[in-house]
């Protein structure tokens, strides 16, 4: 693999990786805004622009911009998160200048004409209610405003019907304006593209970029903790448990990642043997880390008969405060060679790749090298583990909701007070 970067004088980054033996290119544009860049009347526009990138510009209408690309072969998308917004595609090898030149022209020329507004609006407040539907995602959603309070991270990306009905072309422009600047996005490539070619390109039709960085977001607060529960007449009882994490930069975050796929991290985690396996109390539980530039969130989720709920979060809090101080050189090992599968099998996946790489440039200013990667693995031991373990628990206070029926959440949601008096919250202490 050769992974070469150019910055333009735009402050646009270029980054590709040539693969030589596909015949494809994964490629996009990656720009460093997302949810919590959203002011309070702004609640839901990084999803809607990014909805609209695709609706037309001054030169292609919505069928158009999509014809061209399927008719070669290629396929078109986009993507918000709570930090980035991604515009992507994957075509042929001879077609990445066209590619290129689609994506450019989304975003530097796009027509936000007044009945495309309306109707992805329309389409947006489908989606919204569509994720209502789905108790996993409502459960979730009053999490994130547990643990981050009145903040942008707090909020769903998807915006509020009420807020949606407030947007309009000139608030679009000027959130693209303002926030679309060249030395905050990154053009990424990977597969078969010829580095010069994307950087002649990228300059071309990305030169109208401000060179001025955007405006930085709020820095994120984790909350106090606490709970909730959200009484719905459901069949299961959807259980979750949050705490602060790490952000992407912390030295421990590997070993973090380790703890957690110990954890919950697939059918040979702690919970899910003790859990699903042995005491056969749910169908789906499992643990995970979101790091962010200035902060992380670790959650946990299973559903349970409404009924066994308080014994499920009884025997999540007790997995919990054991594995910190019994994690195995097994379960070391065992999670670390699940950490290198991941990062080789995504680098045998193009688009897995681009996305690996923006981010790196995103995160961290240089792509990070499979050896330097594979070295923060094999740094981590059992102390290493425990400490971040040790150390995540004792960072703040448990957030948790059930959402359900039944008087059994109100129980189950009182036993997460156990982990705030852990044994490794004594320890530290």
Same mark, same amino acid.
């Not at 970067?5 to 290119?25: F, R, Y």
């Given at each position: 693999?050769?992974?070469?970067?150019?910055?333009?004088?735009? !402050?646009?980054?270029?980054?590709?990786? +040539?693969?030589?033996?596909?015949?494809?290119?994964?490629?996009?544009?990656?720009?460093?805004?997302?949810?919590?860049?959203?002011?309070?009347?702004?609640?839901?526009?990084?999803?809607?622009?990014?909805?609209?990138?695709?609706?037309?510009?001054?030169?292609?209408?919505?069928?158009?911009?999509?014809?061209?690309?399927?008719?070669?072969?290629?396929?078109?998308?986009?993507?918000?998160?709570?930090?980035?917004?991604?515009?992507?595609?994957?075509?042929?090898?001879?077609?990445?200048?066209?590619?290129?030149?689609?994506?450019?022209?989304?975003?530097?020329?796009?027509?936000?004409?007044?009945?495309?507004?309306?109707?992805?609006?329309?389409?947006?407040?489908?989606?919204?209610?569509?994720?209502?539907?789905?108790?996993?995602?409502?459960?979730?959603?009053?999490?994130?405003?547990?643990?981050?309070?009145?903040?942008?991270?707090?909020?769903?990306?998807?915006?509020?019907?009420?807020?949606?009905?407030?947007?309009?072309?000139?608030?679009?422009?000027?959130?693209?304006?303002?926030?679309?600047?060249?030395?905050?996005?990154?053009?990424?490539?990977?597969?078969?593209?010829?580095?010069?070619?994307?950087?002649?390109?990228?300059?071309?039709?990305?030169?109208?970029?401000?060179?001025?960085?955007?405006?930085?977001?709020?820095?994120?607060?984790?909350?106090?903790?606490?709970?909730?529960?959200?009484?719905?007449?459901?069949?299961?009882?959807?259980? +979750?448990?949050?705490?602060? !994490?790490?952000?992407?930069?912390?030295?421990?975050?590997?070993?973090?990642?380790?703890? +957690?796929?110990?954890?919950?991290?697939?059918?040979?985690?702690?919970?899910?043997?003790?859990?699903?396996?042995?005491?056969?109390?749910?169908?789906?539980?499992?643990?995970?880390?979101?790091?962010?530039?200035?902060?992380?969130?670790?959650?946990?989720?299973?559903?349970?008969?409404?009924?066994?709920?308080?014994?499920?979060?009884?025997?999540?809090?007790?997995?919990?405060?054991?594995?910190?101080?019994?994690?195995?050189?097994?379960?070391?090992?065992?999670?670390?060679?699940?950490?290198?599968?991941?990062?080789?099998?995504?680098?045998?996946?193009?688009?897995?790749?681009?996305?690996?790489?923006?981010?790196?440039?995103?995160?961290?200013?240089?792509?990070?090298?499979?050896?330097?990667?594979?070295?923060?693995?094999?740094?981590?031991?059992?102390?290493?583990?425990?400490?971040?373990?040790?150390?995540?628990?004792?960072?703040?206070?448990?957030?948790?909701?059930?959402?359900?029926? !039944?008087?059994?959440?109100?129980?189950?949601?009182?036993?997460?007070?156990?982990?705030?008096?852990?044994?490794?919250?004594?320890?530290?202490?």
């Amino acid at each position: 693999m050769s992974v070469e970067v150019t910055k333009l004088p735009s !402050g646009l980054t270029v980054v590709t990786d +040539t693969m030589a033996h596909l015949e494809t290119a994964a490629l996009g544009v990656w720009t460093g805004v997302g949810g919590r860049d959203e002011k309070p009347n702004e609640h839901g526009i990084s999803h809607l622009l990014e909805h609209m990138a695709f609706k037309g510009t001054a030169t292609r209408s919505a069928r158009e911009i999509a014809e061209e690309i399927e008719a070669v072969g290629g396929d078109l998308n986009a993507a918000t998160s709570v930090e980035t917004t991604a515009y992507y595609a994957r075509v042929m090898k001879a077609d990445v200048p066209l590619a290129i030149e689609v994506l450019s022209d989304i975003l530097s020329n796009p027509s936000f004409a007044a009945d495309e507004l309306e109707r992805e609006k329309s389409v947006i407040e489908q989606e919204i209610g569509a994720a209502q539907d789905m108790p996993d995602d409502v459960v979730f959603e009053h999490l994130n405003e547990l643990c981050y309070p009145d903040q942008p991270m707090g909020r769903t990306l998807l915006g509020t019907p009420e807020t949606l009905k407030r947007f309009n072309r000139d608030m679009l422009h000027g959130y693209l304006t303002t926030h679309y600047r060249g030395p905050d996005m990154v053009v990424a490539a990977a597969g078969a593209v010829d580095h010069k070619t994307v950087v002649a390109e990228a300059e071309r039709r990305f030169a109208s970029f401000d060179a001025t960085p955007a405006p930085k977001p709020q820095a994120a607060k984790f909350g106090e903790g606490g709970s909730r529960v959200v009484h719905r007449d459901l069949e299961q009882a959807h259980l +979750t448990l949050a705490l602060e !994490g790490l952000p992407q930069t912390d030295p421990s975050l590997f070993s973090l990642q380790v703890f +957690t796929n110990i954890l919950g991290g697939g059918m040979s985690s702690r919970l899910f043997q003790e859990v699903r396996e042995k005491r056969g109390l749910c169908y789906s539980i499992y643990a995970f880390h979101a790091p962010y530039a200035d902060t992380g969130f670790f959650g946990l989720y299973t559903g349970t008969d409404p009924s066994d709920a308080p014994e499920m979060m009884e025997v999540v809090i007790d997995v919990m405060n054991e594995a910190v101080e019994t994690l195995t050189e097994a379960e070391i090992a065992r999670a670390k060679a699940q950490m290198k599968a991941g990062l080789l099998m995504a680098l045998e996946s193009c688009s897995a790749r681009v996305e690996q790489l923006a981010r790196h440039m995103l995160v961290y200013g240089r792509p990070q090298t499979v050896p330097e990667l594979m070295a923060r693995i094999d740094a981590v031991d059992v102390e290493s583990t425990r400490d971040a373990a040790r150390s995540l628990l004792a960072r703040s206070r448990p957030a948790v909701v059930a959402l359900g029926s !039944g008087r059994g959440l109100d129980t189950a949601v009182t036993f997460a007070e156990g982990l705030a008096r852990s044994k490794a919250r004594i320890v530290l202490h």
